[in-house]
T-cell receptor, first 113, second 112 residues
Framework: EAQVTQNPRYLITVTGKKLTVTCSQN?????MSWYRQDPGLGLRQIYY???????DKGDVPEGYKVSRKEKRNFPLILESPSPNQTSLYFC????????????FGPGTRLTVL | DQQVKQNSPSLSVQEGRISILNCDYT??????FLWYKKYPAEGPTFLIS?????DKNEDGRFTVFLNKSAKHLSLHIVPSQPGDSAVYFC???????????FGSGTKLNVKP
């Protein structure tokens, strides 16, 4: 089954404690992306990757890091989480940009105390 | 400033009637526009897209209209069904930076 998986689905942590949210896709997609969803703001792109070892900043990259060492995986790293990073996070993948459909993971609900 | 805007946070329609969801954008260089549907506790799923060189695209009950001069697009759902109740996001593709921009979403409620 074609899918994007994210782990964990829910996470409560404290300020400053490094965490990683994993994302994996099994569709051999080149393009992968991370979004955060906040009330009234919709989905905002954090980082994206056009292919292995190619990553770039989206609209809200501050406080986040990513890596793309393998085509299928695109982890999101919060080195020192802060309460304003409390949000719902989605990973997505597609064959490319333009009109290509993005496949989204189920989401990770992160709370930073 | 948001490059893609959905000014209606919610919309309620009767089953069988037409639902019209609207979206405005600011960047005339966007090359594709896409609509996604999101149910609670799930990720968004793709619904329909339209190229900037077209003015209409239809897929079953869903039609998207693009008015480039007004920088406006709309999604029409006819007839609306209770299962269409969800949050709908409008998105735009920026070919210069390989980015996507999403609107804030419109929550559609289709009443039986």
């Amino acid at each position: 089954e074609a899918q994007v998986t994210q782990n964990p689905r829910y996470l409560i942590t404290v300020t400053g404690k490094k965490l990683t949210v994993t994302c994996s896709q099994n569709m051999n997609h080149e393009y992968m992306s991370w979004y955060r969803q906040d009330p009234g703001l919709g989905l905002r792109q954090i980082y994206y990757s056009m292919n292995v070892e190619v990553t770039d900043k989206g609209d809200v990259p501050e406080g986040y890091k990513v890596s793309r060492k393998e085509k299928r995986n695109f982890p999101l790293i919060l080195e020192s989480p802060s309460p304003n990073q409390t949000s719902l996070y989605f990973c997505a993948s597609s064959t490319g940009t333009g009109g290509n459909e993005q496949f989204f993971g189920p989401g990770t609900r992160l709370t930073v105390l | 400033d948001q490059q893609v805007k959905q000014n209606s946070p919610s919309l309620s329609v009767q089953e069988g009637r037409i639902s019209i969801l609207n979206c405005d954008y600011t960047n005339s260089m966007f090359d594709y526009f896409l609509w996604y549907k999101k149910y609670p506790a799930e990720g968004p799923t793709f619904l329909i897209s339209i190229s900037s060189i077209k003015d209409k695209n239809e897929d079953g009950r869903f039609t998207v209209f693009l008015n480039k001069s007004a920088k406006h697009l709309s999604l029409h759902i006819v007839p609306s069904q209770p299962g269409d109740s969800a949050v709908y996001f409008c998105a735009a593709s920026d070919p210069e930076f390989n980015k996507f921009y999403f609107g804030s979403g419109t929550k559609l409620n289709v009443k039986p």
